[in-house]
């Protein structure tokens, strides 16, 4: 198990990370472009000012809810 790295200001280009587990790491300011996160779960994440732009959110659940179901209830409400 890899403990206590300092990785800051790495990039990461055409990695398999699949099955890996992450705790207690800061991504603060990253960004990530074309990348596959189906099936992950996150949990005592924070996503504070986090921006999500041109995703698939198809079967995504926060707290349980569907995010396209958000997304539609939202479209609907803002035509009105």
Do not use: P
Not at 43 to 49: A, E, K
Request: glycine share 6%; charged share 25%; hydrophobic share 40%.
């Amino acid at each position: 198990m890899e403990e206590n790295k300092l990785l800051q200001g790495r990039n990461f280009h055409n990695m398999d990370l699949a099955g890996s587990n992450f705790g207690q790491v800061q991504l603060r300011t990253s960004s990530f472009h074309s990348v596959d996160m189906e099936a992950c779960r996150f949990r005592d994440v924070s996503f504070i000012n986090v921006t999500m732009e041109a995703c698939e959110f198809t079967g995504m659940r926060i707290d349980g809810v569907l995010v396209s179901d958000l997304l539609r209830v939202y479209a609907e409400s803002s035509k009105k």
